[in-house]
């Protein structure tokens, strides 16, 4: 929960508040969430800052929830995929303009 100005009872956390940006914002309350629970967002209008990249507005008359899953979305490590991409000659063209076999 965001805090008002002036609240004793604020603490600051880093939070991704627009792409490649984190900034440090004030709450007044603030708890973990468990695998599988949901929530319900009650800030009508909001905006939803998922990952600091993607966000999602939320106007009146439109109920959101949102559930935690520890499974989470599925994420590529990019250098780690183009390390193997590279060992794998993946990257490589021979002469001919033809790619290997894969």
């Known amino acids: 929960e965001l805090a008002e100005p002036g609240d004793p009872h604020v603490q600051e956390i880093l939070a991704p508040i627009a792409p490649g940006l984190v ?3 004030a709450v007044s309350n603030y708890s973990a969430l468990t695998d599988g629970q949901t929530l319900s967002i009650d ?13 999602i507005e939320v106007h009146s008359g439109s109920p959101v929830a949102i559930r935690f899953n520890r499974q989470g979305p599925r994420v ?10 590279s060992r794998r000659r993946l990257f490589s063209v021979d002469r001919s303009g033809i790619m ?3």
């Open 43 to 55: 800030i009508i209008p909001s905006v939803l800052a998922l990952d600091g990249e993607r966000e």
């Open 23 to 25: 900034k440090s914002v």
């Open 100 to 102: 290997p076999p894969a």
């Open 76 to 85: 590529v490590d990019v250098s780690r995929a183009l390390q193997a991409a």
